[in-house]
């Protein structure tokens, strides 16, 4: 049997997250088919991914809603054992009801593959992390991208093309908001920096030119975009996205459960915040204790002060 | 229309978690358990829908044990008209509870079922797309704002990078996020009202729905503590911590 992978892509290219997974898939020894549900460049571009068997390709501009991408999915798991993603809202949107539809249960989130049918996944927003074994002939399993290596690129394999879709969907989309920004994708960035409701009004004047310099993509607690100070694409967290960049850099918020479980893998956490008791300090393996609203304009001179310095 | 919403006692969402002596579970004996949040985000748009009149009525079902009595008087207490409670074994999975879901559904015919987008405790956001899938319906998930026009709903979706909106008709699936409203202070009166409102009680086994787990759940342990960290005195030394960090990590704005 074999791995259908559904691949992730923005409409020009794959999103880095495809990348991991399909790194994650090499935990079975199957081979891999990737499901591009996008343009022929996108299909192109997926072709190359390293270790791969072939592309799956389904010509549309937009991806289709849920009720129609599941039957999909579920008939081609006539072919495959295991259906694989990102733990991304087009996956938690699609990859349940595709589960129900083949009877099976679905294996959210997973942080590590341990066995065919073996996985270690969080609950209680990542306080607890449980081994669970699946009974299912077929797997159905998103997993945290971040937490695993992305592969390279290797000579094209084929490209399977597939009959359109008959158009069955009684859903229709009638808008769709995507943020452009400058600033490197939340999801796939080596640095974050990330604000609370301490921020206030100053939100983006105060931490969009310390994301500037460092290259950084900028993140949000639920307390600051309930407040209006960010957007909600930029909520991190339990019930936002998980990220696990290189450096993630937590200004004037707490460091709630629900937060940390968003952001806990990344490599090095650095925390600003004037309460010296504040939970984030737990976890921050660099902590300063102070005002934000003094600290964040200092240390983002003195990062311009050290890139001018190399230059 | 009639508005089924299916609600879940878990632990509640500030209390420590405690993982059980056999390491299977979480020790629940004498936490505080509440309604799941986004379940009671659910039932709160609900109980708008039908007071702005767009819905005529509000079904609570919760699944499991008697205990679940406490949320579903909650339940009531918030505005809903009438409870169900699902006498179940424990240990449900999220296709067993859609199958269960589904035939509560099949007996009481709601026109739209509104469930939070995930529970606190398994954190596994499949419950509303499940069901939908049974039941052959149209679903909005993560949904942010939610209008009825004409048997038809338009819900705003959170997704990754923004947000979308969707059309689809009745009966539908919608699954809630924190974001689609802020649930109301029950005040005592209402308390004391819900006391006098009906709880239907029904068996699973009656149902007939197979609940055979499909998982299980082999240990459950804490994720590795974070060595201790460094405090730094000012900007400068933190600047000079990142550098350093930022070598080692190939961040070129650091190196
Ligand atoms: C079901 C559920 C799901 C949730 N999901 C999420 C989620 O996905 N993501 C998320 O982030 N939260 C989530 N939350 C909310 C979470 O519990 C916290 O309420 C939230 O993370 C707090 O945000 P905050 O840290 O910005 O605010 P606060 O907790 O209010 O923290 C503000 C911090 O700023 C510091 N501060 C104040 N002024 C200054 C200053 N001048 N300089 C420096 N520091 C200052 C304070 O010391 C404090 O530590 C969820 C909650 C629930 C119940």
């Known amino acids: 049997m074999s791995i259908l992978i559904l691949a992730e892509h923005d409409g020009q290219a794959l999103k880095p997250a495809t990348r991991r997974v399909v790194g994650a898939a090499s935990s079975w020894t199957l081979p891999a088919d990737v499901l591009v549900v996008g343009s022929q460049a996108v299909a192109r571009e997926a072709a190359q991914l390293a270790g791969i068997r072939q592309v799956l390709h389904l010509e549309c501009d937009a991806v289709p809603v849920a009720e129609e991408l599941a039957p999909l999915l579920v008939e081609l798991m006539h072919e495959h054992s295991v259906l694989l993603a990102a733990h991304s809202s087009l996956a938690r949107d699609v990859l349940p009801r595709a589960a129900a539809l083949l009877d099976v249960a679905m294996i959210g989130d997973a942080v590590r593959i341990t066995g065919p049918a073996s996985y270690v996944r969080p609950m209680y927003a990542g306080r607890l992390l449980a081994k669970v074994d699946s009974r299912d002939a077929i797997q159905v399993v998103t997993v945290r991208a971040p937490l695993f290596t992305p592969v390279g690129d290797a000579p094209a394999v084929p490209i399977q093309t597939l009959p359109a879709l008959t158009g069955s969907a009684t859903t229709r989309r009638i808008a769709a908001n995507q943020q452009v920004s400058e600033r490197p994708q939340l999801a796939s960035a080596r640095v974050v920096v990330s604000g609370g409701r301490a921020l206030g009004e100053q939100f983006d004047t105060l931490l969009a030119p310390l994301a500037e310099t460092l290259g950084a993509a900028l993140g949000a607690t639920r307390a600051a975009v309930d407040a209006g100070f960010a957007a909600n694409e930029l909520q991190v967290g339990q019930t936002g996205i998980v990220v696990a960049p290189g450096i993630y850099l937590a200004v004037g918020l707490s460091g709630a459960a629900q937060h940390l479980a968003g952001m806990s893998d990344s490599d090095v956490i650095v925390a600003i915040n004037q309460d010296p008791d504040a939970p984030i300090f737990k976890v921050a393996d660099y902590g300063l204790v102070g005002n934000l609203f003094e600290t964040v304009p200092a240390v983002t001179r003195a990062i311009r002060q050290l890139q001018e310095r190399q230059a | ?255």
């Open chain 2, 1 to 255: 229309m009639k508005i089924l919403v299916a609600i879940k006692r878990v632990l509640d969402a500030n209390v420590p978690v405690r993982i059980r002596a056999d390491g299977l579970d979480v020790e629940i004996s004498g936490a505080r358990m509440s309604i799941n949040p986004f379940d009671e985000v659910a039932l709160e748009e609900a109980v708008r829908l039908k007071e702005c009149g767009s819905a005529s009525e509000v079904l609570a079902v919760a699944l499991g044990a008697a205990v679940n009595q406490d949320i579903l008087r909650h339940a009531l207490a918030l505005g809903a008209d009438r409870a169900v409670q699902v006498e179940a074994p424990a240990g449900l999975q999220p296709l067993g509870v859609a199958k269960l879901l589904q035939a509560v559904v099949a007996r009481e015919q709601p026109d739209l079922v509104l469930i939070g987008k995930q529970a606190v405790d398994d954190d596994a956001g499949q419950e509303g797309q499940m069901l939908a899938a049974l039941l052959g319906w149209p679903q909005a998930t993560f949904v942010s704002a939610l209008q009825i026009e004409n048997q038809a709903l338009q819900a705003v979706r959170e997704v990754d990078g923004g947000t979308e909106t969707l059309a689809l008709p009745l009966p539908a699936v919608v699954t809630a996020d924190l974001r689609l409203n802020e649930p109301r202070f029950i005040k005592l009166p209402s308390l004391m009202l819900a006391r006098k409102k009906p709880i239907e009680a029904l068996s699973a086994d009656a149902l007939g729905v197979d609940l055979a787990p499909r998982l299980s759940v082999k240990a459950l342990s804490e994720p590795p503590a974070r060595g201790a960290g460094r405090l730094v005195a000012d900007a400068a030394e933190l600047v000079e911590c990142l550098q350093i960090e930022g070598r080692r990590l190939e961040i070129k704005e650091l190196s």
